[in-house]
Nanobody, 116 residues
Framework: VELVESGGGLVQPGGSLRLSCATSGITTIITHMSWYRQAPGTQRELVASITSGGVTTYHASVKDRFNISIDNAKKTQELQMNSLEPEDTAVYYC???????????WGQGTQVTVSS
């Protein structure tokens, strides 16, 4: 199983980025997909999660700014990030849980830097 994130980069405060996560090697349906982030010196935290049925969960700090979406057929997900703040600077990781897998899968991460 392989997860590949893309779309990270450097953006000014107030700007937007769209992260994408492509998967390969998952042979069963996906139960849910998530985005986590980890800033230097901090623990990895859940940013947003979405089930295959479209039920979403957001960290309180991003709820009104980020939007997560899933494509069940392609087994991909995206995270639209708007009104970015310096506090959003972190490495963002894609996470997938597939039905019957017994384990979750992680991507390698993509850096998001919000700075003027």
């Amino acid at each position: 199983v392989e997860l590949v994130e893309s779309g990270g980069g450097l953006v000014q405060p107030g700007g937007s980025l769209r992260l994408s996560c492509a998967t390969s090697g998952i042979t069963t349906i996906i139960t849910h997909m998530s985005w986590y982030r980890q800033a230097p010196g901090t623990q990895r935290e859940l940013v947003a999660s979405i089930t295959s049925g479209g039920v979403t969960t957001y960290h309180a700090s991003v709820k009104d700014r980020f939007n997560i979406s899933i494509d069940n057929a392609k087994k991909t997900q995206e995270l639209q990030m708007n009104s970015l703040e310096p506090e959003d600077t972190a490495v963002y990781y894609c996470y997938v849980w597939a039905y019957g897998s017994g384990t979750g899968y992680w991507g390698q991460g993509t850096q998001v830097t919000v700075s003027s």
